[in-house]
């Protein structure tokens, strides 16, 4: 057998990662950092290394999974959120349903908890939750701690620091009770086929698919469209395309920042299809 199809077949036993829904060359290039680092000289060897240490495969597990992130990166996506999707939202409706996609650390969640916070302090009737998924644990435990460097603060305005944020003795800042209790967070695989809760408004899965086979970001899209209540938004990477298979699923609301609303079309036999039919005659209630 192949050396490399060995510990690829070992990785998704092991980590419950299915290496086939990512570009072979983004899994292999992950792998020889972790060689590199290891000073395994081969797949074989750094196979064996796989097998006998729990610490390695959490190691390869962050490495695949890994994600760089700051608050409110790409800053316009995050105006439009604040000053023309939410306020929409908040015009219509009581409660709103966010669903942060391959959260990371955190940062993207909790820039939602901070605007939605500023945002409902002149509308305290209205409800906003954020749930916050990824597959890495480890930075899943660093998002719930809430506890970031300086520089992952630097597109923040300095007021919003302050009110959102407090400084500790070692420098580092931590989010405050009023963001934390916005946001859910939860393990939970993007390729599993099932999102992680239906009615949400909005979705942002942000330079997440860039690891994904065409096939596999078509489903993803499917996915979303499905979860997604009517005339929701979904909002992805700016270096990421909606597939010609799926682009009928949503209607561009802003091209260049790459943000989509939730169409009523769906193409021939996908998942997507019964849930767009049923949404013709369907009213949705209020959901939390």
Not at 32 to 41: D, I
Not at 189 to 199: C, V
Request: charged share 30%; with cysteine.
């Amino acid at each position: 057998m192949d050396n490399f199809l060995a510990l690829r077949r070992s990785i998704e036993r092991l980590l419950s990662i299915q290496c086939a829904n990512y570009k072979e060359d983004y899994i292999k290039r992950r792998i020889l950092s972790r060689m590199r680092l290891t000073g395994t000289r081969d797949f074989d060897e750094y196979h064996t290394l796989l097998l006998s240490s729990q610490k390695e495969q959490e190691q390869l597990r962050n490495t695949l999974t890994i994600n760089v992130t700051k608050f409110s990166r790409d800053a316009e996506v995050f105006e439009i959120i604040r000053k023309e999707i939410l306020p929409e939202l908040m015009r219509r409706k009581n409660r709103i349903r966010i669903w942060s996609a391959g959260c990371a650390t955190g940062e993207e969640p909790y820039t939602l908890a901070l605007i939605a916070h500023d945002l409902t302090r002149l509308r305290p009737d209205v409800q906003v939750t954020i749930l916050a998924t990824d597959l890495d644990r480890e930075a899943l435990e660093k998002a719930k701690a809430g506890i970031y460097h300086e520089k992952s603060l630097e597109n923040l305005e300095p007021g919003q620091v302050r009110r959102h944020f407090t400084l500790r003795k070692d420098g580092k800042y931590e989010v405050k009770s009023h963001l934390r209790e916005r946001v859910r967070f939860q393990v939970h695989d993007l390729m599993s086929g099932r999102p992680i809760s239906n009615f949400i408004d909005i979705i942002l899965c942000r330079n997440v698919t860039i690891y994904f086979t065409e096939t596999q970001k078509n489903d993803l899209a499917v996915m979303f469209h499905a979860a997604l209540l009517h005339d929701g938004y979904y909002i992805m990477g700016k270096t990421e395309f909606l597939g010609r298979e799926v682009e009928t699923l949503f209607v561009p609301y802003n091209s260049l920042q790459k943000i989509y609303r939730k169409g009523l079309r769906s193409s021939p036999g996908s998942a997507a299809t019964g849930a767009a039919n049923r949404e013709r005659t369907r009213t949705y209630p209020n959901r939390s």
